[in-house]
């Protein structure tokens, strides 16, 4: 072609078009560098990041800085149940900022009590206290535990037991009622008055409370961070038994596996093994950080003014997002999609097992997943990535697959696609 001829538009536009891509992949690219590069040189080094800075979520997908696309099968850390931005809760938080951001607890605070009317329909729960995090409402409930034991006993009646596995937390309280030494190493001394057992042995749980010196026992129904471990229900049934015949409390963690992720509302349901004291947080709030202590019963009654208290905890911002979330999250349909998905995203899994020799048993309850391999699990989790899949890896070799509530039968097929391709490219590297 003559340089100097004027080519047509229709002609150079898609050289243009992909130049004038590229020019914003760039500028992107450069911003993603520059928050990396501050985030390490300012952020303290609590947390192993990937290199990844996400700016836009839509239900499933994940976009970063980039302009490349993920499917979210971490969620947040089983946070964003209802998927990323859910309408129903972007307006509740826009309204809600409109009105009123934050008033004291020394005031009724109108969307933290319709939120505890919601939560106390939903079980045996009685009255509800607000915080704002999972961590908190642990304390809280252990707080509440020995308080019970001493308005009836006295005191020397405040051990709580805990199960091994489990993860409560990362507070001095929390690391220290967590089943898992490696979370205190460095810390101690942790707060004291806790004992840890085997978890789904009930044996072991009647001689760790044999003394007389237990308030409580908490466990997970569904160990998250442990590796996707999932209680028995008969296991549930003896401690409930335990638990009553020994006037302790149980007290249910639920901050990962409850609100819907396992394909019930409450992961207790699946045994019908009643707590009186639970635990919550993650996907309260749609998102929103916001946690709750539930209680039933006597239980219930333990706290007097004075006892405990957040400045932040159940203020109107967080509760109007969290309102919204667990309506939307019951009146939508989600939890019965959750039901519905996991056991697809279990069936498929299962046959990646089958096919994989490195895949050593999958656990699913709901939309709650761990694949337990052979190997550590890491350079799977960096395969997907590459691959636009996020999934993280929990107790070194566990891959753990947490996709929002709201996920389709075409977003599973997609992601365990991905999660075979590679598995296939570890076996090869092997
Ligand atoms: C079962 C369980 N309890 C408590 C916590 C602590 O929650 P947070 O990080 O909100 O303090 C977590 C967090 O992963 C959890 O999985």
């Known amino acids: 072609m003559n340089p100097g001829a004027v080519v047509p538009l ?76 859910h309408p129903a809760v972007v307006r509740a938080l826009r309204e809600q900022a409109g009105e009123l951001i934050h008033c004291s607890n020394l005031y009724y605070i109108g969307p933290q009590v319709r939120l505890a009317e919601w939560l106390a329909e939903r079980g045996p729960f009685d009255r509800a206290f607000f915080c704002n995090s999972g961590a908190e409402a642990v304390e809280a409930a252990i707080k509440l535990a020995r308080k019970y034991a001493y308005s009836r006993n006295g005191t020397g009646r405040y051990f709580v037991v805990t199960a091994e596995g489990s993860f409560h937390g990362r507070t001095l309280t929390c690391v220290a009622a967590t089943g898992q030494m490696r979370f205190r190493q460095g ?21 760790a409370t044999a003394a007389g010196d237990v308030c409580a026992v908490m466990l997970e129904p569904v160990q998250g961070e442990g590796g996707i471990r999932i209680a028995s229900p008969d296991y549930l049934r003896g401690v ?35 707590p009186d004291v639970m635990a919550l947080a993650k996907a309260l709030g749609g998102g929103v950080p916001i946690g709750a202590l ?80 052979e190997v550590p699990g890491d350079p799977v989790v960096g395969a997907c990535r590459e691959m636009g899949l996020l999934i993280n890896c929990t107790a070194g070799n566990v891959l753990r697959l947490l996709p929002p509530l709201v996920i389709g039968e075409g977003e599973i097929g997609r992601a365990l696609d991905i999660l075979d391709r590679a598995l296939s490219t570890l076996e090869v590297r092997e």
């Open 10 to 85: 229709r002609e150079s536009w898609p050289g243009l078009r992909a130049g004038i891509i590229c020019f914003y992949r760039e500028c992107w690219r450069v911003r993603s560098e520059e928050i990396i590069a501050l985030g390490d040189r300012y952020l303290m080094r609590t947390y192993a990041r990937t290199p990844i800075v996400p700016v836009w979520g839509r239900g499933c997908l994940l976009r970063d800085a980039d302009g490349r696309e993920y499917l979210d099968f971490v969620a947040g850390i089983a946070v964003n149940n209802l998927g990323h931005c």
């Open 187 to 207: 810390f101690e001394p942790v707060t004291p008055g806790f004992r840890h057992v085997p978890f789904n042995d009930l044996e072991a749980l009647d001689r």
């Open 240 to 274: 409930r038994r335990l638990c009553d015949e020994r006037n302790m409390l149980l007290i249910f963690d639920e901050v990962q596996c409850g609100l819907g992720r396992t394909g019930r509302l409450w992961a207790w349901q699946h045994s019908d093994v009643r």
């Open 294 to 373: 539930l209680a039933a019963g006597p239980a219930a009654e333990t706290f007097s003014p004075g006892d405990h208290a957040s400045t932040f905890g159940g203020n109107p911002l967080a509760c109007a997002a969290a309102l919204a979330a667990v309506r939307a999250l019951e009146e939508e349909g989600w939890i019965a999609n959750a039901a519905r998905m996991g056991e697809v995203l279990r069936q498929g899994l299962e046959e990646l097992r089958r096919r994989h020799a490195v895949v050593r048993e999958v656990r699913a309850l709901g939309l709650m997943a761990g694949v337990e391999l």
